[in-house]
Structures are given as structure tokens and as C-alpha cells.
DNA sequence: GATGAATGAGTCTTCATTCAT
DNA sequence: TATGAATGAAGACTCATTCAT
């Protein structure tokens, strides 16, 4: 039994978590150039010279925080449309665990839409593929209902991608002035309208004269 | 006439033209924090201290950018409506400006859409009138269609608020590995779908007897 | 009758105090380094560029302040101690005038005191000798008065120089906080008290009994 | 024992120490303003990162120099009158002092002598209470003067402030080219000439006869 | 002569990263 | 491992001086 090693992973993890958790808030605050090595550190509750010990240099803090907030949503949809049969009711919650998923973790939520174009092209890659896990789950839900005669005839990726876009735009959403909608109502026009981008209209038929 | 005073005015507004065009170069490349103001006045054709007669600072800099910006997609998207009564055609093509916007002037709608967040709070009250000013035109369209009886019957400024939205996704599309649809895929996809979400399907009614 | 060239040499001059006049106001307010040749122009009404026709560099203005106020003071010495025949009276007139022209000329005297050692090595040799002129009035006077047998056996020239100084010391007073007492009282100060300094006083021999 | 802290504390105030040593020499020589940090932190032999470590800005620099110098001042004039009762042997050690330390810290005394008045509003401030401290020494000095009949009846704030401000005219001494005084010569003349300024002459009464 | 736009060298200051303890 | 002092490269901004008009 490897415990010596078991014990340096557990310390190992630990101390990600609190690198995620004091990034995310500074992060989310002032952004990530605007943040420093410092204020990490010390939201993180570690000293700047043990931060360098778990991660290689700034970059990778982003890289943790956005890594660590896709695992989220991603384990949190998986729950939501397990056992699910109904393509719409799928869609529906899979948009709408991404949109709790901003309530609850706004903070990380706004530096991922943010801050991914400052990673580097190793980071953008190793980022790359998780959304792309994730956009690939909503496409193949889109793909079913489609099948399925339930939802129009699209592109599904290219649906699939416009609305996770859409998700992250109400993650940063209340950042300007002129965007003072509540959150609920957001979530509800999505989950009302935006949805019939994709739903097959049951046309009423003229029911036949006679 | 003020020969003199228009000499120094129209100087002015090539030297702002100049600083723009340098500026969106070098943002949609670096992004607003890395760019230095070297860069800028290099790509600018000026010397720094010259940038510097033009501009406060650098945040003016990027405010002249998403400015001018604006300024651009507002006034194509009047000439594009004027003299179309069709509410839904209105919208398609207020739509389509949008994103044909974003092609001629990818830097600068890149650039809008990331670093807005980066402007002072003064700043951001600036520009916000500004989308204000777009987003209520979106929405007056919408409005139209829905007392015509075009438009489901929808929070019309959420909506506006949400294809603006759409659209500047439409504008950073391809900076990560994942996003390999072409622009065009993309613009036929929301043209034709996407403004199902807004639409109230005709159902068919059946035609009176006689 | 070089018309010309007299009225080429009253701008000149005409220049030359439209400088010292502004370059007084604002070195007085922001002291040398801080003052900007663009404040000096404005102060001076002219444009940037005109100044640099008439000053070879921004040093130059600072030594047009200084030597024009130390032309002034010496100038007014001389008138007010001119028929005085009395040392002790001419030495109270000289020290007198400083410390008014100190209250007219209140920030040209400022500058003087403080800025003197910015100048380079060539401006300093050149007001060397102009403040060596004033400091050899000074002690013509008061090697008369220890000939007279009026004032005490001293080193004339230090006791010019530490006259000289003390009422400099005056001009830039009120600049700290603790610096409290008026102008007037110092004034009355040094001619009741510091004059004790160099007077032989009368010690009343005892008169002789019977 | 906290031994962790006092060896922090001790590492400080060895910084500051050579902040100050290195911040003396570069302002002497150059003035506060044409001394770049660069030259400071060399000087210092600290790096130019490190200087910021224990300075908040460059006036800050100005601020330790002028307060390390007056509070060696002060100590060295409470040492140097303690145990002495005469007024005027008080008075004369007091300004001995100042002269003494002049030479020994010639370099810091013509930084404070000219650049108290680069210094912000707040900075001023701080200062300000220092010196005002060391000025009412001197005062008490006088006030115990006039009290035992030593000294003339004077306004003893004034004259503090005179003598104050007169030692300091000795420190930066032989800056301008016409300076040519020993400063041993200048010592002499100030303790045997201007302490009459304030020294009540002793008129020999006429011994009564019997 | 007068002007003020243009220039770029020069400065302060910040901060990611290293490394001795 | 943990720490935080030390480092110096990098960047925003200023301003004396020049020069075309």
C-alpha cells in the first residue's frame, strides 16, 4: 500500500482545491492580468513561494480554475439527464444545469468565458478538448431529438455550440450597466423561447373538411 | 470659415482613424493587456509620445475602439432597414449586418467582445449607452413584430439583449482548436434557425369553407 | 540709426520679461523640475515653440529669473542706502530692502533660493558672480562701520554672506507647516536682534566716582 | 522571545539604513529630482525591486533621509547639553552640534536643507513635527536664557527658528563658486559673533561704593 | 518670427519568478 | 515542504526639444 505516496496526492489535491477556490474569487474580481501572483497566494491562503510548488507559473493557475469548472458542469449534467428519456425535457436540463451552474459558481464561470483567450496555445489545446467534450453532449442530445423527429432539421454542432455560448453569455451578465434583467428572468426566456430554435413545430394539420 | 479650426479638426480624426485602425491590429492579436503601447503607436504609424496628443491613455485607446466600432455596426444597420416594413425581415437583416460586420471588421468586433470588461467603471458607462442605443433598436423591431402579430409574445428586451449577444459570439468564432465551422455555416444557421426562437409559427388555419 | 536693429532688441527684451514673469509664477507654484515648458509658455503667453527662439534651453529660463531678480535687488539697495552716511543705518537699509523685495517679489525670491543649485556648472559660475556682487555691497558696508569703530571686529565677508543667506531664509518661509510667525514679525526680528550681532555695543564705562 | 519577528525588524531597519546611506549620496550629488531610483538602489546595493520592497514610492526615499538626519540631530544635541546648566553654554553647544553634524553628514544636510520642499503636502506634514520638535529645543534653550536674565528679551519662537534655519545655510555651504569660506571659519564666526544676537551685554554696573 | 504637432529618450513602478533559509 | 525577500525585465506615460508650415 502506496500510503506514503497516497498521503502526498491527498496533499497534493488539497492544495489545488485552494489554489482553485482563491483564484476563482481574485479572478473574478479584477480579472486575470489584473490579478496578481500575490493576491492569488493569499486568497489561496498559501505563500506566493508555495504556489510555485504546485503549479508551474501563472498560466496554469487559469488553466486549473478553467479545467476545474468544466469537471463541474460537466459532472452536474451528466447527473441532471441521466435516466431521461425525452429529448426536449433532455436539452432542457442540460441548459438549465449550465445555468444553476452559474449561479452557483459565477465567479468561475466568469473568468472561463473571460480568460481562455489569454491561455497560451498549449493551454487553448488542453482546454480545447474539454468544452469540446462538453459541446459534443449537448450535440448528441440535439442529435436524438432530431432522430427522433422531435427538433428541426440543424446543424447539430454548430446549435450544440451556439448554446453553450449562449449559457456563458448570462454567466458574465451584469458586468455593464445597461444589463439589468434579473437572472430568473433570463433563465426563463431561455428555457420559453430560445428552445424553440431547435423544437419541431407541431404544425397543426387543418383537421380534413368533412 | 473656419479653415483653420477644420485643418486641425480633420487632423484630429485621421490621427483617431489611424490609432484605430493600429489598435484593433494589435488587440484582436494580443488582447488589450498585452498589447503595449508601443505596439499601438507602431501599428498607428505614430510614435508613442504622438499617441499619447491623441489619447489620455491607454484605456482611451481601447474606448476608441469599441467606439468606433459601434458607431460602424449602428449606422450600416440603419442603412440596411430603412424602407423595409417586414418585421421579420427587419430583424434577419439587422441580424445579418451584424454579422457581416464581423467579417470586415473581425479584429474590431474580437476586441469589443473581450475587453469591454477591462474598461474603468467611467469607461464602461461610456460604451454602455452606446450598446444601449443597439440593443434598443433590436428591441423596437421586436416590438413591432410582436403588435403585428409576428413575433411571439416575448420579454422583447432580453431577447434584444440575447441576439446581440448571439452575434458577437459569431465574432471571436475560431480562436479555440474546437470552433471549425465556417462563418458562413454559422450565419445560415442562425438565419435560419435561430430566429425560430422569435417567430410565432404560422399555423396553418384552416381556410373557411365557402 | 540702427531703427531696426533697436526695435529687433525691444522684443527681444519685451520677450525676456514676458518669460520671466510667467517662468517666476510657475516655478514659485511647482519649483523647477516640476514646472513643464509648456506651463511656462502658457504663463508667459507665448506658444512652446516661440520660447525656444528666445532661451536655448529650459535652464536658460531659470537663469533669467534669477539674474533679473538679483538685478533688481541690488538696484534697490543702492537707491535706498545712497546719501545714508551712518553704517549702522545704511546696514539696516540694505537688509531692509531685501526683505521687502522678498514680499513683492515673494516667489522669484523663492525660486532664487531654491533652485540656484540646479543650474550647470556654467550657470552657476554666471550667477556667482552676480550674487558675489551683492554680498561685496554688503560688505563695503560693513567694513565701513568696523573702521567707524561701530561695529565689531569680524570677518566681513562671512557676516555679508550669513546676512545674505538669513534673508533668504525669510522669502521661503511659510512653506512648512510650523512655519507660523508673520512676515512682519521676523522682519522687526532681525532689525531689533540679529542687528545685535555685529553692533559694538556701548557698555556704559562706570562713571568715576567724584 | 520573538525572535522570528526581531529578526525582520532588524533586516529593515538594515535596509532602510542602507536605503538611507545610498539615498544621501545620490541626492547630494544630483538633487532629488535628477536622481533616478536606479542610482539610488545601486548606491544602496540594493536592486531596484528590492528598493520598493521598503519604500513606497521615491518620496519616501526623501522622507528616510530627512528624518534619519533630524532625529541624529536631535539625539546628538540632547546628549551634548545634558548635565550643562548655563544658558549661553547651553545655547552655543546646541549649535555646535548642528555645525558638528553638518560636517560629519554634510551630505545628508544639504538633502534637507533643499529638498523639503519636493515633498508632498503629506509628506511636509510629517516632517514638519520633526523639526518643529527640534525648534522647541532651541526654544526652551532661549526661553530659560531670558528668564535668567542671560538673554536679550526676544521672541524666542523666532529666533529659534533664525538659528535653525542658520545652521542649515552652513550645510550646504561651498555649493555656488563665490563660497569660499572654511567652514572651521564660519563656525567660529556664528559662536563668537552671532550668538550677541541674542546675548544680553553685560553692562558693568558701577560696583556701589560701599 | 510664430506656431504646435511630432518625437523618443528617460523614469517610476509593478510583478512573475527564483532561491536561500 | 514552506516561506517571502530579492530580482530585473517590461511597460505606461512625460516632456524637453525640433522642425515643417
Redesign the interface.
Known amino acids: 500500500m502506496a500510503k506514503r505516496a497516497d498521503f502526498v496526492e491527498s496533499r497534493r489535491s488539497k492544495r489545488r482545491k485552494q489554489i482553485f477556490e482563491g483564484a476563482v474569487k481574485v479572478f473574478a474580481k479584477k ?1 486575470y ?2 490579478a496578481t501572483t500575490q493576491e492569488i497566494a493569499d486568497a489561496a491562503g498559501l505563500a506566493k513561494g508555495t504556489l510555485y510548488e504546485y503549479v508551474r507559473d501563472k498560466e496554469e493557475i487559469l488553466l486549473i480554475v478553467v479545467e476545474e469548472g468544466m469537471l463541474m458542469v460537466k459532472s452536474e449534467i451528466g447527473k441532471a439527464i441521466s435516466g431521461i428519456d425525452d429529448p426536449e425535457e433532455r436539452m432542457k436540463r442540460a441548459i438549465f444545469v449550465q445555468l444553476k451552474f452559474a449561479k452557483k459558481y459565477r465567479n468561475a464561470a466568469k473568468v472561463m468565458q ?1 480568460e ?3 491561455l497560451s496555445v498549449d493551454g ?2 488542453r ?3 474539454l ?2 467534450g462538453q ?1 459534443e453532449l449537448l450535440r448528441s442530445i440535439l442529435d436524438d431529438g432530431i432522430k427522433a423527429g422531435r427538433f ?1 432539421k ?2 447539430s ?3 450544440a ?2 448554446f453553450h ?2 449559457s456563458t ?1 448570462y454567466f ?1 451578465y451584469g ?5 439589468k ?1 434579473s437572472l430568473d ?2 433563465t426563463k ?2 428555457m ?7 423544437i419541431k ?1 407541431k ?5 380534413p ?1 368533412l
Chains 1, 2, 3, 4 share one sequence.
Open positions: 480579472g492580468h489584473s473571460h481562455i483567450r489569454n487553448k489545446k482546454l480545447s478538448e468544452m469540446n459541446i428541426r440543424l446543424d454542432r454548430i446549435a455550440e451556439l455560448h449562449t453569455f458574465g458586468d455593464l450597466p445597461y444589463q434583467a428572468d433570463i426566456f431561455i420559453d423561447n430560445l428552445i424553440h430554435a431547435i413545430e404544425t397543426k394539420e387543418p383537421t373538411v
